[in-house]
Nanobody, 121 residues
Framework: DVQLVESGGGSVQAGGSLRLSCAAS????????MGWFRQAPGKEREGVAAIWNGGGGTYYAASVKGRFTISQDNAKNTVYLQMNSLKPEDTAMYYCAADPQCIGTWSGFVYWGQGTQVTVS
């Protein structure tokens, strides 16, 4: 079974930083196409950042561009989300996701982690 396990969430004051990690197992990681989504209470889930083709391509939502950085360590089958200058509006459950076919759109992400909570006050 494919498993994506997030870690690194927590509570932080505005302006602070957090680094989320997502370890993949039971999954052929060769596609190297991973992403982070988030969902705040009462809101729809939104794509935050994605990395495709071994880091050759990255995408960020406008709301996080310049503050968040997605990266991956293929040797560890792990993808990271470095979040700096956090704002209260970044508060949400953050989910790691995998796009096994590297479709290149948000709809291609079909494997999901259980989520890790980020709270910014």
């Amino acid at each position: 079974d494919v498993q994506l396990v997030e870690s690194g969430g927590g509570s932080v004051q505005a302006g602070g930083s957090l680094r989320l990690s997502c370890a993949a197992s039971g999954y052929t990681y060769s596609s190297n196409c991973m992403g982070w989504f988030r969902q705040a209470p009462g809101k729809e889930r939104e794509g935050v950042a994605a990395i495709w083709n071994g880091g050759g391509g990255t995408y960020y939502a406008a709301s996080v561009k310049g503050r968040f950085t997605i990266s991956q360590d293929n040797a560890k089958n792990t993808v990271y989300l470095q979040m700096n200058s956090l704002k209260p509006e970044d508060t949400a459950m953050y989910y790691c996701a995998a796009d096994p076919q590297c479709i290149g759109t948000w709809s291609g992400f079909v494997y999901w982690g259980q989520g890790t909570q980020v709270t910014v006050s």
